[in-house]
């Protein structure tokens, strides 16, 4: 029987992501885990911008919250620019990269 251990999909959400989970929980009176459920995020990341909302004022203070960049893929246009344009000048020579990935798995 084989399982499969499921692994976190990380993401960074933008300024107004943080805005709605803030005011959500600030101003409509909702409990992080509601506001962070009707977002899909992270419970502790929903908790972690209202918190730096109430010491900071700021919707995205970054020396306030540890941002972890790696998450940022979905957000950044200039990165989904630049992956497609490596992706597109030579696809062949993705395909080969992918190849030998699956292939040493």
Not at 21 to 28: A, K, N, P, Q, R
Not at 48 to 53: M, S
């Amino acid at each position: 029987m084989f399982c499969s251990v499921r692994k976190p999909f990380f993401i960074m959400f933008d300024d107004t992501a943080r805005m709605l989970v803030i005011s959500c929980v600030l101003f409509e009176g909702v409990s992080t885990t509601e506001a962070a459920k009707r977002l899909v995020c992270d419970r502790t990341a929903a908790a972690a911008w209202v918190k730096a909302y109430n010491d900071t004022g700021v919707w995205w203070p970054n020396p306030a919250i540890r941002n972890r960049h790696a998450e940022n893929v979905l957000f950044d246009e200039h990165f989904v620019r630049a992956v497609n344009a490596v992706v597109m000048s030579d696809p062949k020579q993705l395909l080969g990269e992918m190849k030998d990935v699956i292939f040493f798995l």
